[in-house]
């Protein structure tokens, strides 16, 4: 049903069995992939999840007539068989569908000039170079080395793996098809192509509000992965993004499993040096002989796993996790508007396209050389789901993200949701002023129709899903994260499979951030944690699935506002 936007059955008294063949913890897009590719070869899977809907960042809420998604703004990849369309249609038989969001799929509003981001790189390359036709050059080698770099995340993500004969294969994957400059700051290489700051800042933009990071830290190969997504277009799912996670609940519940939610787990349990199970905030055990983390890698070694009962002095090294996750960078936390207005997506002239707005540099912030909150990136998901008019006719929504500085709300950690103080809810008020005037600056017909508004910060993202912070992406995906070429990298040690006997790191944390890293730990997670013929039949499955008639879009695909 469309109309739903709870999904997973909440955690009652006789609800849940003693065992499993797996427990999944955290129902966001990696935990729910991994459930699912487990489901699908025949596991009896629980997913566990503290929220009361299950989904992560691609759930959606309603309040007051209106409904909101959280996360999910747009996916790329998903033309006919391409890997996130192959691995939606696997996970879902093709019963979770998408409605392109048009050409283009964003436009950047920097410092006063407007750029159009349209799909497909020739359509791209031709309109940098219409704008600069000096930079035709750099233009040219810009998308040449974005084209070389098209191997680099599938590289790294074979080399996630474990196994000798998969481990060897990464590396000789990632000798032939890892070019240096892909590994090093995005706006250093790009920099070294294009003189013209103006068009840097077209360049650099996306990869920095998508991404949440300076591009200074952030690697090459992440604004080459940004170009690869979006490079046939970008989809919305039809009836919101909840819709997302309501698609893969029947072949979890198929295989007998089942998602349920307000269900925190309180640790997980370990026999020895292997995992057996999770104990529940209520108290109730579980085994199961794989536990799969999808909550964060902070929240899995420094709350979930026991810590022993009397460590020996020392600092890091006595922690699950080795004291890795020390040196690490989380990534920057955000603030999100939610808007409510009267008056349909096409009266009020809401694009289909995701608007980016910065005062022309996108780095300025992250550096930490500008204001209190980044640029912003706004989108309205009314425009882009077919289904929304007949839903909620004569209203809109939308959403407006901006990054802001860990200390700014760090002065309220500790208070409680709906208990905060009157200093934060001063805060709250000054930062939705600043974001309504970008609005109405942008989309003046906004001006006067927003009639509800409510903002969301680090503190509610925190309470919501257990990362310290309130990340967007979880730890920070820079150069150290992922080693410059010469170097190891920091997050090297993160992989699906871990060091304890039967654990498994699924989502973010295992490799990128976003739906396209999330799905994509989802995956490496259930490929380690099944047997050798669970694999076969996993990858067998996804193979066939690529070469059936996919299923087809829903919408349009160009045209509207």
Sequence with gaps: MAGRVLVGRRLTAGAVAERYDAVVIGSGAGGLTTAVCLARQGRRVAVFEQHY?????????RRRGWEWDVGIHYVGQLAPREPVRVLSDYLTDGALRWAPVGDPCDEYRLGGETYAGPVGFDAYRAELTARFPAERPGIEAL???VGRCRAVLPALALGRLSGPVVRRLARLLRAAAVPPEAMRPAREVVE??????????????????????????????????????FRTGAWYPVGGSAAIARA????????????????PVARIELTGRRATGVRLADGARVRAPVVVSAAGAHHTYRTLLPTPAAPPPGPAPDRPDGGRLDGMRRGFPFVVLFLGLDGDPAELGLPRHN???TDGDCDAFFDGAGGRTSGCFVSFSCAKDPTWTARYPGRSTGEMLAYVHPELFAPFHGSRWHHRSPAYLALKAELTAHLLDQLHRHLPRTRGRVVHHELGTPLTAEHFTAWPGGSLYGLAKDV???GDGRRPGRADWLRPRTAIEGLYLSGQDCLAGGFLGAVTGGLL????????????????????????????DAGPRRGGP
């Design 192 to 229: 070294g192509l294009i003189g013209d700051e103006r068009l840097r800042q077209a360049v650099l933009t996306r990869s920095a509000l998508l991404l949440a990071d300076s591009t200074a830290n952030l690697p090459f190969f992440l604004l080459a992965v940004m170009f690869e997504h």
């Design 53 to 61: 809907t299950a989904g992560g960042y691609t759930h959606a809420y």
């Design 355 to 357: 608007l980016l707005v």
């Design 525 to 552: 997670a259930a490929h380690e944690a099944l047997d050798r013929g669970g694999r076969t039949r996993l990858w067998a499955g996804l193979l066939r699935q690529g070469i059936r008639p996919p299923t087809p």
């Design 248 to 263: 893969m609940l029947d072949p979890i519940r198929a295989a007998g499993g089942e998602v349920f939610v307000r269900a």
């Design 480 to 482: 150290a994260a992922f």
């Design 143 to 145: 998308f040449a080395l």
